[in-house]
Each structure stands twice: as C-alpha cells, then as structure tokens.
C-alpha cells in the first residue's frame, strides 16, 4: 500500500497516542503479570542505543530507528524538516543506490515506512530473518553517509512528494485543517509546538540545501537514535552486525532539548472555520500536560469514561439520551512535553451547534462535581490487559513499545510503570483532574459549511479563522 | 529527578555489556567494505500454523489453531454470503443496521447492559456484514474467552431490535452519507462501482438516503433470521486453546443455534457491455487534488490465473517501487502515491489503478497512467529482475501473514471461504514460482483491456478540463457525485 507510506505528522501523532494508550495500557490481571517482554539494553561508545528482544514465533525481524528530533526541533520559517528527512531518508546513501532499500525490504517480502511527531521521528524495516544483516546496513549507511548523496534535486523531488501528502492528508481532507488550527491558536508563535508536524509550503519551498543539511548533521546522531532489533536472530550475531555497521559512526554533538512551557490560555477562544463540508462539527481543546506528567494516567483513564462505550458519560447523554449527536470523542492527546484533552462532536441536523456546546458543559459539569462511580474506573482499566498483550504480537509493536520508553523516561520498560500508574488511578484522582483542567479557559471550534458561520456555536462571539497565512494550498 | 535517577541506574548496569560488544567487533570493523550488499543468509523455513477443522451437529464448520505464545484467543464466526446475496432489493443497507442491532438489546439483557459486560471483559465485538460474506468476531483473553463468547451467542441469537434503537441508527446512518459526500475518495470509488457495473449489478450499488430511509424493523429482523444460520458459518478459534477445550466451549456457548441455512449461490447478473475508454468526470469545485480510478471488470477470485495476475500486480503497482508508483510518484511528483489492484470475489472484481494527484498534474499524471497501462501489456517488457522481485516479495512475505491472532484466523478462514485447498500456504512458493514472462504478458493483454477502461475523475473542472481534454486520451463524461450524467454539461469536443 504506497499510500500508507511514510505517513505522518498530526495524524501520526494522533495514532501515537491512541497506541499508546493501550500499549501503556499494560497488565491487569494474575495472567499478565507474568507477561514480559524480555529484552536487553546497551549503549555503544558512540553513544547509540540498543535494544535486543528476541521472539522465534515466526521467521521475521523488526529493526526499528528512533531519532529523538520531531517538529519541535525546527525553527519558525523553517518548519517541516524533521518529516522532510522522513522521505529523503528513503532515497539513498553514500553506499546504497536510489531503490535498493526498498529492493532489500518490499523486494525481499517485508517492508519499510517511517513516521514523524512532533518528538520523534522512526524508521523501521519489517524483514525475513535472513535479511537482518542488510536491514542494518541499510540503516547504519543512511545515518553515517545520507548527506554524501543529497543534493538539490533529491531534495526538491521530495519536497513535491511531501507537498501532495499535506494536499492530500490536510488540504483535500474534510476536516483536515482542524489540527494546526488548534496548535496555532492554542501555543504562542515561537512555541514549538505551534506549528503542524508537516510544516508549511511555504517553509517547505524556501528551505535550502544547506539548511536542511545542517538539520540533519545536528540530530541524526548514534547519540540521538535508539535502535531496536525484534524477533527472530541470534543475538551473538546480531551484537556483532550492529558494532561493525554503527560502531565506527562518529558520536554527534550533544543534543540540547528545547525547555518547552507548558500551553496556558489566558483567556477562552472562540473559533469559526468555514470548510468544503455539508455537516459541521464542534471541537473543544484544554491545555494539559506533557506525557511524562503524572496527571496524564488520570486524564487518559477520564477520557474513557466520557466517551466510547455507549455508556461512557458523553457518548451517553448526547448520542443515547437526548440524540442530539451522531458522534462524540473525547481523550487525552499528549505528547512528550505538552498535553491536551480533545473533544469532537458531529451534530445529528436538526441540532446546533451552541446547543451541542451546552449539553457538554451539563455533562462534564455534573461529572467534575460527582467524579467517576467505582464501576466506571473499573471499565476503565478493565481493557488494559488486553490491550498490553496484543501490542506484544507483533515484533514492530513490541520495539516500539520498548523504544518509546528508551527514548522518553530512558527505561525501555516504561511501560511496566505506565501500566501500574494507569491501575492506580483513583476516583479522585479522576475528579481532581476535572476540576483542575476542565475548568481552565479552552479553545471552541466550529468548523461549518462555506458561507454557513452563522451555524457556529455562540456565533456572534465567535472569530473566524483564515488558513492563508498558514499552509495554504498554493 | 525520579525519571533520571531510574535513568542513571540503567546506564550502569549497560556499560559492561557496551564494552563486550566492543571488543567482540573490533576484528569485523577492519574489513568493513560499506559498498558490499551484506548477503541474505539461508532462507529460513516457514512455518505454516496447523489447524483442525470439524464439523458440528448444526452444521457449522469449527477450525481450530493453537498458538500459545500470549494468553490470547480470537473467535470469528464467518458467514459465507453477503449483502449481496441476502439483501432485498431497495434495501441496501439492512445487512449492516442488521449489524449493529444486534448490539441494541436482548430477551434478557439492554445493550447498556451488553455494553457494560464487554467492558468489564475489557473487550468487545465486532459485527460487519460486507458484499459477499459477513462476521461476528472478539480477541479476548483466555480466561475471558467463554464470557465473551457467551454475549455473542446471546447478540446474535436473542436480540430484540428495539424500534427505537432502530431510528436512531438510521440518523447516524444518513448523517455517515452526508459526510461521505464531502470526501472525494470515497465519492471516486462509489462512482467507478456504478460506472463499471451499472445499477443492476450488486456490485454497482450501495446504501442510499432513500434505501436507508426504507429499512423497516421487520426488515430487520427477516434479515437476522434469514442470514445468521450455522449452515453456511465457519467457526474460527485462533490461540491459546486446544481443539477439544474450544470445542467443547463453542458447542456450550452456542447451544441454542439449532440446524438450518447453507451455502449461497453467487450468481450474478450479466455485466453491462463495455463502453470504450471514456473519462467521466466528477467536479469537486476547489479540490486541491484530483481523484483517479481507472479500470474495468476483472476476473473472480478462483480465475486459474489468480497467480499470474498477483505477480503482475506487483509489478505494475503493489509495493513501493512497483512502476506506477516509481514513475508517478518517485520520478514526476505527481502524487504522494498511486497504486494499482485486483478485487478479487466470487464475481467479477474490479481491476483497478488510481490515486490522489495535485491538481496542476491532472493531465500529465494521466498520460503516465496509460503509458504505464501500456507498457504492462507489451510496450514495456517485463525484465527478469522485476520477474524475481515481484516473486521474491510475495514468496517471502507469506510469514507476514502469520503475525497475530486474527491474522491466523483471517489467513485461514480465507482458504474456506474461497475454496481454496488446505496446503495453499504450503504450495504457495511453488505456483508463484511457476510465473513465466509469457503468462504475464497474456494476462495483461486479457484483463487490462485499454480499448475500454473507465477513467474517473473527481477534481476542480474549472481547472482541470481542459488540460484533460488537450491530452486526446479519451472523450469526457459529466457525471454528478451519484454517478449520473450531469444535464447540460458543456459537449466533449473529442
């Protein structure tokens, strides 16, 4: 499936998070407890992480990348590099011609993509076991020697590509814009987290070749990656491969991490968007907390009581009760260092939206005053373990798993303390992180018709937001 | 502090294994010619997971496969048949309301209640009924596994369809098609259905307001009756079980499922003639990309050339570098992918090659298209490198199949389903093997038939028109989002 490849960015970060709620979902129950996943963690000299988990079931390996550089590492102006290398990482090397990643990976039965966040950007192969050697090749070669092979027109080839996937995944897209919408109104300018993973056209048109290359030189280091190799390999051998294809990488200057504030609104915004759509939708956003806050286990686990099951709080009143809704979502969507609890509703017609807003307020209200009844925590939680085991079938799930926690809490087996925080969230826990971050001023979105801003929620105090000045379609 | 200190203690413990490591590849280091491809090492041996399959007294088929790697069990109840077999006519649609119902309440039980068992069970079920076969379907734990089954059976043979649920479905049924309308892929692919196969064919037609909007609760439950019979279901049990245990747990849990139904015929209307190659244009005012489906009828799913065609496809447009993509895609910018397909069925499936183009390109990235189409059917031979390629990708993929659960139990309820044998898996290398450059080109020729492909287009035709029409490929078609003429669209002038 080309189209699925080498996906990124809002939608990327979207899927991050929704995995990683069951992934750190993890173990409940007796059963569980005795699930590991066993690995083994080293360092080389130049500082490249690795991570070895061995699993035979069936004869394929997962050799998996992470670079800790996300959009957050870009500069204003200068937006969409870290996915930018995402495309141009798959065009060549010093030593690998054009095509013949692809030739060792698809061609050889497996496969490759890579995927970019605002944090982290990944690379992976998914191969026969017989081909670990070449895997690491391939990656050891795109690290040490991509740049000896770039030039302006590789890099213009894939500015295009990239510039048809935000045509084609934001701008062609219902409803595609919503993401940066909300990032732009919700951080100041400067903030890294301001602006989309896939970076404006216009950045994307003006980067040159040297401020790209100096990109790349700054974070795609051994002592800025984590590899992860899962599945079906002899580690001896695999150990040995590793040291003589990244041994002799030379260690990058040390990375600094962008000290990144939290999101604070001052006061609530109220937004309209006019869209190519027939139906309109209301999205609300609360500034919250960075995934390696405490509160983040309290707020995923709020987000599975308001909505989901058909007995879930929102999903409940709106779409069962009072039918005023066809659809309603409502979760926590952290990332590493910033965080916020996102709400979607799609009205059924014959509701507005100022009504649908309303009827949010009534829930969640009544929800912060009386938290969650001891069932709705159990319902909550009881789905982790299922979640925990089946992220475990798959050698890509795993290392992602056991990379994610090397890359954000330096413990591969972050998810271990994950899963066991997630289970310890009390009821007032719960009710605590209501009160404390449903209660602060917040973003309103109603994305409606062209020429239809009167279908709004509270329309008249409601200002309309204009994509010129961001992206654009050109 | 609490995540650096934790931090600190692991790096400790890792720098001894570093310096092993290190030494270990000093030697190997001296050598290193970063030039020379590392050779694959030897094949390694694929290992097919085994299965039982048995009859039960209702006459439903049990397939059972062990894996014990995770305490996990997925269940699949597969029925052959779809809405394609089993739908009235001018009721599209009731075979997926059908669908979610089941969820809606039983004799003993309110879907809240449903709904709050599956979550203390910390899973749930999936219910969908496509065009030629339909499933009820869970992964649960294995200490969950016969609870879970136990709300299945009490979903699919209990419920009780409230009037009530009923009408609130179809608001979120209608609601779902507005919003399909607004998105273009969706619109281009429901439009190439209509195109190629016309409103007679089952295959040409789909869930309408209007079908929607005649769904009775009788309907409803004439199709429950009719469709969920163990005469024409496949009982799949994947994972941590025995043949016996699942056995045993599936004749317990479905106790109440009494004999009746079998195995439905799959005929089909005769397809409409084929129109020589037309574009048919579908404006989508302002969209910043134009939507293409190219194709025409292709062969069912038990055509002798099934192989032949695989091994074509991947090279024409399945993997990354197959050349659609690699041209329109990789060399041209044209698109962030393009791809090409067969649909394989019991009827006949559409060939099918397309994807999102910049707006700007229309023109150009259809001329690529058709010199792609073109030269799969001779004017570009086929090298005996992409000869091998293409095999080696869909010989050693085969183990990709086998990674979870559910994919076992897809991978092998296929086989019964399709008719196809029970060691395919095992005769897969060989009949892909067997793939000659002369079998490639013959079927190209057959089943990618120029003279009259279907070329549909959604796109701004402000701005893409007349490009399209300069290019000389094919007359242009209006159609509307329906797929019908558009009055009074201005003459094509080819």
Redesign the interface.
């Known amino acids: 499936?080309?189209?699925?490849?080498r996906v990124l960015s809002a939608l990327a970060l979207v899927l991050t998070i929704s995995l990683s709620q069951p992934l750190w979902g993890q173990k409940?129950?007796s059963?569980?407890d005795s699930?590991q996943i066993p690995f083994?963690?080293?360092?080389?000299?130049n500082g490249l992480t690795v991570i070895l988990s061995e699993d035979h079931?069936?004869?394929?390996v997962a050799v998996d990348i992470w670079y800790h550089v996300g959009s957050k590492n870009e500069m204003p102006g200068r937006t969409g590099f870290a996915h930018l290398f995402e495309h141009v990482m798959f065009t060549g090397s010093?030593?690998v011609p054009y095509?013949?990643h692809?030739?060792?990976t698809?061609?050889?039965?497996?496969?490759?993509n890579g995927s970019t966040t605002n944090d982290r950007t990944n690379y992976y192969e998914?191969i026969?076991?017989?081909?670990?050697?070449?895997a690491?090749?391939l990656e050891s070669?795109r690290m040490g020697?991509l740049l000896d092979t770039l030039d302006i027109a590789k890099l213009n080839?894939q500015r295009?590509?990239v510039?048809?996937?935000r045509?084609?995944?934001y701008?062609?897209?219902?409803y595609g814009r919503v993401g940066e919408i909300f990032s732009g109104a919700m951080y100041p300018k400067t903030h890294p987290y301001s602006w989309p993973v896939i970076g404006s056209m216009t950045d994307l048109s003006a980067a040159s070749e040297e401020d790209v290359k100096a990109f790349f030189r700054l974070y795609y280091t051994p002592n800025n990656a984590t590899l992860a190799v899962v599945g079906?390999f002899d580690p001896?051998q695999a150990?040995?491969w590793?040291?003589?294809?990244f041994?002799?990488l030379p260690q990058g200057k040390p990375v600094e991490r962008p000290k990144v504030p939290l999101g604070k609104l001052d006061a609530s915004k109220r937004l309209v968007y006019e869209d190519?759509?027939?139906?309109p939708r209301l999205y609300i956003q609360w500034p919250t907390v960075g995934s390696?806050h405490d509160d983040d286990y309290a707020l995923s686990v709020m987000g599975s009581i308001l909505s989901g099951?058909?007995?879930a709080r929102l999903t409940?009143a709106l779409?069962?009760d009072t039918?005023i809704a066809?659809?309603v979502a409502a979760f926590e969507n952290s990332a590493e260092d910033v965080g916020v609890f996102q709400l979607v509703v799609?009205p059924?017609?014959e509701h507005t939206l100022t009504e649908i807003e309303a009827a949010v307020d009534q829930v969640i209200q009544k929800f912060a005053t009386e938290g969650p009844t001891a069932?709705e925590l159990?319902?909550a939680k009881?789905?982790?373990?299922?979640?925990f085991?089946?992220g475990?079938?798959?050698?890509l799930g795993k290392a992602n798993q056991l990379i994610s926690g090397a890359v954000f809490?330096?413990?591969p087996a972050q998810f271990k303390t994950d899963y066991q925080k997630t289970l310890a969230v009390t009821a007032a826990d719960v009710k605590r992180v209501a009160n404390q971050y449903l209660t602060r001023p917040r973003i309103v979105l109603s994305v409606v018709p062209k020429g239809k801003k009167d279908q709004a929620s509270k329309a008249s105090e409601s200002e309309t937001v204009s994509m010129l000045t961001r992206g654009g379609?050109q | 502090m609490r995540?650096?200190r934790?931090?600190s203690a692991?790096?400790a413990a890792?720098?001894i294994?570093?310096i092993s490591?290190?030494n270990?590849?000093v030697l190997?280091?001296q050598t290193?010619d970063?030039?020379k491809?590392?050779?694959?090492?030897?094949?390694?041996?694929?290992?097919v997971p085994t299965w039982t399959k048995t009859q039960l007294s209702n006459g439903a088929t049990l397939i059972v496969s062990e894996r014990h790697?995770?305490?996990?069990v997925s269940f699949t109840i597969t029925f052959i048949g779809g809405s394609n077999q089993f739908e009235p006519a001018g009721k599209r649609g009731v075979a997926a309301m059908t669908a979610s119902m089941l969820s809606e309440g039983t004799t003993t039980k309110t879907?809240?209640q449903l709904?709050?068992a599956?979550?203390?069970?910390?899973?749930?079920i999936g219910v969908g009924v496509g065009g030629e076969e339909g499933s009820l379907t869970f992964?649960?734990?294995?200490?969950?596994f016969e609870p879970t089954l136990a709300i299945l059976a009490d979903e699919m043979l209990n419920s009780t369809f409230p009037a009530e649920a009923l009408e609130?479905l179809r608001?979120?049924t209608?609601?779902?098609l507005?919003?399909a309308?607004?998105?273009?892929v969706v619109v281009g692919s429901q439009v190439f259905a209509k195109i190629l196969y016309g409103s007679e064919h089952p295959y040409g037609q789909r869930t309408t307001e209007t079908s929607v909007k005649a769904i009775t609760r009788d309907d409803v439950m004439a199709f429950q009756k009719a469709y969920f019979q163990p005469g024409r279901a496949i009982i799949t049990v994947v994972g941590d079980t025995t043949t016996a245990t699942a056995k045993a747990a599936v004749e317990k849990g479905l106790a109440a499922w009494a004999k009746a139904g079998d195995k439905p015929s799959f005929n089909y209307p005769k397809l409409p003639e084929l129109q020589p190659a037309k574009i048919y244009l579908v404006d989508k005012p302002?969209?910043?990309?134009s939507v293409f489906n190219i194709g025409l009828p292709g062969p069912p799913r038990n055509t002798p050339d099934y192989f032949a065609l695989q091994v074509l496809n991947t090279i024409l447009?399945g993997?990354?570098?197959?050349r659609l993509?690699?041209n329109i895609?990789?060399?041209k910018?044209?698109?962030?992918?393009?791809?090409s397909n067969f649909n394989y069925g019991k009827g006949p499936g559409a060939f099918r090659a397309g994807?999102?183009i910049?707006s700007a390109k229309t023109d150009a990235a259809l001329i690529e298209f058709m010199k792609e189409l073109k030269g799969i059917v001779g004017e570009k031979p086929i090298t005996d490198e992409e000869l091998k390629?293409a095999k080696?990708?869909?010989?050693?993929?085969?183990?990709?199949r086998?990674?979870?659960?559910s994919a076992i139990s897809n991978a092998i309820t296929l086989l019964v389903v399709q008719g196809l044998p029970d060691d395919y898996y095992q005769t897969y290398a060989q009949n892909v093997s067997a793939v000659t450059k002369d079998d490639l080109l013959r079927v190209a020729k057959r089943y990618i038939d120029l003279e009259h492909l279907a070329i549909v287009i959604v796109g701004n035709k402000a701005e893409i028109e007349a490009p399209l029409k300069a290019t000389g490929i094919a007359p242009i078609t209006y159609i509307d989002i329906e797929g019908n003429p558009v009055a009074g669209a201005t003459p094509s002038s080819n």
């Open positions: 499936m080309t189209n699925k490849r409940k129950s059963t569980s699930i083994e963690t080293y360092k080389l000299p079931t069936t004869p394929t010093g030593h095509g013949l692809d030739k060792l698809e061609g050889v039965g497996g496969g490759n998914t026969p076991s017989n081909y670990l050697e070449s690491l090749w070669d020697f080839a295009d590509v510039k048809n996937e045509r084609q995944s701008d062609n897209q219902p079906d001896k150990k040995a590793i040291q003589k294809y041994g002799d190519r759509v027939q139906v390696k099951p058909r007995t409940k779409v069962y039918q066809s659809q799609i059924r017609p069932e159990q319902k009881a789905g982790l373990e299922l979640g085991l089946r475990l079938e798959s050698n809490d330096n413990n379609t | 995540q650096q934790k931090a692991l790096a890792l720098v294994i570093a490591v290190a270990i590849a190997a280091q290193l970063r030039t491809v590392p050779p694959p090492g030897p094949t390694p041996v694929l290992h790697k995770l305490p996990l879907g809240d709904s709050d599956l979550q203390l069970l910390g899973t749930g992964v649960s734990t294995t200490k969950n609130r608001g979120r209608l609601v779902n507005t919003q309308k607004d998105q273009p302002g969209a910043a990309q447009g993997p990354f570098q197959s993509n690699a895609r990789e060399q910018g044209y698109s962030y992918g393009v791809n994807g999102s910049f390629t080696d990708n869909l010989i050693q993929g085969l183990p990709q086998f990674t979870s659960v």
